[in-house]
């Protein structure tokens, strides 16, 4: 095999799983080693700079770190990533001072941002602070998008989205809620430098089936009904509630229902549990308050009697594979089920939804309906055009929006700088020795064997009482310590020089998980089946270096190394040394620009 | 060395030996040398091959004496029985157990110090009585613990750390063990476990006095240029005799051997040794052509490790000494003291 080249950034970048699954790339055992110190600041601060709401997204976040987390490799579960993310949002001092300053010389470029979502917002930040005029419209009165209207004040309370929100705005930055923008037209005419559509995908996808006119005052669209709850408009629903759709939409109508008086609420869902698109833990969470999750049933009809829905009849289905492969639901042909309510919420899909983009001013769309869009720069047909979040790629969530913005923002800075933006900026990247005596090193190399810490909650009953009482407490400091303990420092790298190497077997001899090998080399399978415990992980590299004096190689399977640092502590000659990897995307602003 | 105790997370797909054990089963406490100690390596073989062998840790003791090696017990087979004795003591020690329990395995573990100086006596009548055991001298040819002076196996001529030649001849373990008589002798390498861990299981099958002289290379103070102890030197030196190939009684030899590369050893046990010659033809069997080869090859400079010698029909101690089979620790009052009836039967085969 050839020897890596750690010079890359992105070989140690995908050793730490976590920042590699973060659309934003977050620095993420960086902050948690920041929570161990007790500096909720300092994590906070570094969270904001990757993924602009870190309270929010430590309450909401989709979290595809965890699944990536070495942890949950070695042992069960992965680290509680998220939930340590609200832990620095909770216990932080004030951070107004360390906050960028608006600027004091604006540079006479005007961006429109339009919607005001997590996107726009991350555009907003980046660009305002550069000098950038920027003007964020949204139809609602105050900025937050989706995460203010359709996300329940239960799992979001208001104070954290005006906070946050806040700090973007408070960049000098000019919002005009309540103006519902129509035509792109009225836009483009107004000499923006460039726009920016944040608008989400904001259409509930409907049911049409038999009974929905005749019964349509009883049956509403999820997210129009999560937001109406949200402003305060709907208080209220029947005591029978059946809802419709297996995501995360599904599992925020079902539980706000049962605070609105919901008693017998039921989730139903076509495709069995296991495919079902709501995270894992949020149908904990519903099923916790008390609310059943059908599967495998399809809605038919909706019976009605003198204008007053009743009831949804469903079919039985189950999944079978067709000659190509592809799943079918068929039914089984057991008879239908009849689930009688007073009203049902769809949640069944979201749509993008473009009518104020008139069909000549140059924005192109697919025939999905959807605007073609590069996926690296963002940028429309229309070049001074760009989108982010859900308007871009259809429905996602937080984490891939804020990602987004970053990268518009990007684009938007090069643009109007007239530099070619298809040049994308390289992360900035450091590799440094983490050593401060011969087994002394900067960070807690002790690998703690507690198991995942649960998020603490209030008590059901009281929960469901008033929909705005939140239902996570959160992780108190020590609780948040022990759990950021359980983080293995997957960022401090195994860096290993071979010139230094007396091939001791010292290494070979500690290394706890078996993951270093001395051997002659081969080519990667081969060599994958002869090392001291198998690498059967193809999604993990092997660290492998040449130049040893016996002519063989190191041969390291990264998959479930610790990051412990024993190999280095038990190396007579520094040859493994731990050096930490740090990694940050490049925003807007100077060290985006071509250096020319 | 490291402060912090070895994390307990192991590899979810480790192999297990016929006891449902894991290698990590058998490991001890944290080792507290010298990073990058080659005594630390042999710890690893001991622990890799009594592993293989689904030795049950309960059946075996290891002792020791006095030094860095003499510490490394600690290291290993953390739930084994162990004892710490005086300096160079460890053989009268262990021959004491050998005769009060002989079912459990005797590791005893040494170094050149221990051995060769001041334990040199005791060395060569534990050798000499062929107590069953595996005696593993970890030779670094070096006094490590205070600070790096020659030891009675440092070759004449060698440097210390300091530039110092040494003008002593050096005391050859292994080849004071042939000439004793022990029934096994091997030489191997810290930095070699692919020849370490098989004559570590072969030796602990053995029924005799087992003798390892194991080159440990001193990374603090016999690891420099000038030194014959040194990783670099081993190697360049090492006159390897043959490569070893421990099989367990039970499993079948499947692979065909040229004739005469090959040399197939039956232990007692019914487990076989295959021995791929490399070196010239040399039979492990006679004890003075080994002796004449160890010497002929020291002149050069050469070091030479490997399966040495190898008694085949290995008698020991209790055989000497005619024991009962029982353990002696085992033995109750009626079989101590059979009563009357017995003592008048041997007052009366005495008239």
């Not at chain 1, 305002?128 to 937050?144: H, M, S």
């Not at chain 1, 938007?412 to 590799?431: Q, V």
């Not at chain 2, 076989?272 to 003075?288: E, Q």
Request: net charge negative; aromatic share 6%; with cysteine.
């Amino acid at each position: 095999m050839k020897s890596t080249d750690i010079a890359n950034p992105n070989y140690f970048h995908k050793v730490v799983d976590c920042q590699w699954a973060c659309p934003a790339h977050t620095p993420v055992p960086e902050y948690i080693r920041q929570i161990s110190a007790g500096d909720y600041t300092a994590a906070y601060m570094i969270n904001w700079k990757s993924n602009v709401f870190p309270g929010i997204l430590g309450r909401t976040c989709d979290r595809p770190c965890e699944p990536a987390c070495r942890r949950g490799r070695v042992e069960d579960e992965p680290v509680a990533i998220c939930r340590l993310k609200r832990v620095s949002a909770d216990y932080k001092d004030d951070v107004r001072p360390l906050m960028p300053k608006p600027a004091s010389q604006k540079n006479g470029k005007r961006i429109a941002c339009i919607g005001a979502g997590p996107a726009s917002l991350a555009v907003a930040r980046d660009l305002a602070p550069e000098g950038y005029e920027v003007v964020v419209f949204d139809q609602d009165k105050l900025a937050g998008g989706m995460m203010r209207t359709q996300i329940p004040k239960f799992r979001l309370p208001e104070t954290v989205i005006d906070e946050e929100v806040g700090y973007v705005l408070d960049l000098g930055i000019e919002f005009r809620g309540g103006q519902r923008i129509d035509s792109l037209k009225s836009i483009l005419d107004q000499k923006f430098d460039a726009i920016f559509v944040g608008t989400g995908a904001p259409r509930g996808r409907d049911l049409d089936l038999p009974g929905r006119k005749e019964a349509a005052a009883n049956i509403h669209l999820g997210i129009d009904w999560l937001s109406s709850v949200s402003f305060g408009h709907t208080d209220k629903i029947g005591k029978r509630v059946v809802v419709l759709g297996g995501g995360n939409t599904a599992m925020d109508c079902c539980r706000s229902s049962r605070r609105l008086g919901g008693e017998q609420v039921t989730v139903v869902v076509r495709s069995g549990f296991d495919e079902m698109k709501a995270s894992v833990w949020e149908k904990e969470d519903a099923m916790h308050e008390g609310i059943p999750i059908l599967n495998w049933l399809v809605p038919k009809e909706f019976t009605h009697r003198d204008g007053k829905l009743t009831g949804v009849i469903f079919e039985k289905v189950k999944a079978v594979l067709d000659a190509k492969g592809r799943r079918d639901l068929v039914p089984t042909g057991e008879p239908d089920t009849l689930i009688e309510c007073d009203d049902v919420l769809l949640a069944v899909g979201q749509e993008n939804a473009f009518p104020w983009i008139e069909k000549d001013v140059g924005v192109e769309f697919d025939r999905w309906g959807m605007p073609k869009v590069d996926p690296a720069t963002h940028q429309s047909t229309l070049p001074k055009v760009f989108f982010g979040g859900d308007a871009a790629f259809g429905p996602k969530n937080i984490i891939w929006a804020v990602a987004h913005g970053h990268e518009a923002a990007v684009s938007i800075d090069k643009f109007c700088r007239g530099e070619n933006i298809a040049e994308r900026p390289s992360p900035l990247t450091n590799l440094v020795s983490q050593k401060m005596g011969i087994h002394e090193w900067t960070y807690e190399n002790g690998v703690s064997n507690d198991l995942r810490f649960k998020v603490p909650q209030k008590e059901t009953a009281i929960a469901l009482r008033n929909i705005k009482t939140e239902v996570e407490l959160g992780f108190d400091p020590k609780l948040g310590h022990a759990e950021a303990q359980r983080c293995l420092n997957c960022d401090v790298q195994t860096v290993f020089s071979a010139k230094l190497c007396i091939e001791c077997d010292a290494c070979v001899d500690i290394c706890p998980i078996d993951c270093i090998t001395f051997t002659d080399d081969g080519e990667e399978s081969d060599l994958r089946s002869r090392l001291l415990a198998p690498a059967k992980n193809l999604t993990q590299d092997i660290y492998v270096q040449d130049g040893l004096k016996t002519g063989r190689i190191m041969a390291k399977d990264e998959d479930l190394c610790l990051h412990c640092g024993f190999c280095a502590e038990r190396c007579p000659t520094g040859a493994w040394d731990m050096q930490k990897f740090s990694l940050e995307i490049t925003h807007a602003g100077p060290g985006c620009r071509s250096k020319a | 060395m490291s402060y912090l105790a070895k994390p307990k997370f192991h590899h979810p797909d480790i192999e297990t030996n016929e006891l449902g054990f894991t290698h990590r089963d058998y490991e001890g406490s944290i080792s507290t040398l010298c990073a990058g100690c080659g005594h630390d390596s042999i710890s690893s073989a001991i622990m890799r091959a009594c592993f293989e062998l689904s030795l049950p840790p309960h059946r075996i003791a290891k002792l020791s004496g006095i030094g860095c090696s003499s510490k490394t017990p600690t290291y290993f087979l953390g739930q084994s029985h162990g004892f710490n004795s005086v300096h160079g003591r460890m053989p009268s020690v262990l021959t004491g157990a050998n005769l009060a329990n002989r079912d459990l395995i005797y590791l005893g573990v040494s170094g050149d110090g221990d051995s060769a100086s001041i334990g040199f006596g005791q060395f060569a009548h534990s050798i000499r009585r062929g107590v069953n055991m595996v005696y593993i001298v970890e030779n670094n040819g070096v006094y490590g613990l205070t600070k790096g002076q020659f030891s009675a196996t440092s070759d004449r001529g060698s440097k210390s750390k300091r530039g110092v030649v040494n003008t002593d001849s050096a005391i050859d373990l292994a080849a004071t063990a042939l000439q004793l008589g022990a029934t096994f002798v091997a030489r191997s390498f810290s930095g070699d476990k692919s020849q370490l861990v098989p004559l570590i299981k072969a030796a602990i099958e053995h029924r005799g006095s087992a003798f390892i002289d194991c080159i440990s290379p001193c990374v603090a103070f016999n690891n420099h240029e000038g030194s014959t102890r040194s990783f670099d030197y081993v190697r360049s030196h090492n006159a390897a005799l043959n490569k070893l190939d421990y099989i367990t009684g039970r499993a079948p030899i499947t692979t065909d051997y040229e004739p005469g590369s090959t040399q197939v050893v039956k232990l007692h046990d019914g487990s076989t040794i295959r021995l791929s010659k490399i070196g010239a033809d040399y039979d492990v069997h006679d004890r003075v052509a080994a002796m004449h080869h160890l010497h002929t090859r020291q002149a050069t400079g050469e070091i030479v490790t490997g399966l040495i010698y190898l008694d085949g029909e290995p008698h020991d101690l209790h055989d000497s000494l005619n024991t009962v089979t029982t353990p002696l620790n085992e033995l109750n009052t009626p079989d101590l003291t059979p009563g009357q009836k017995a003592l008048d039967a041997i007052n009366a085969s005495l008239r």
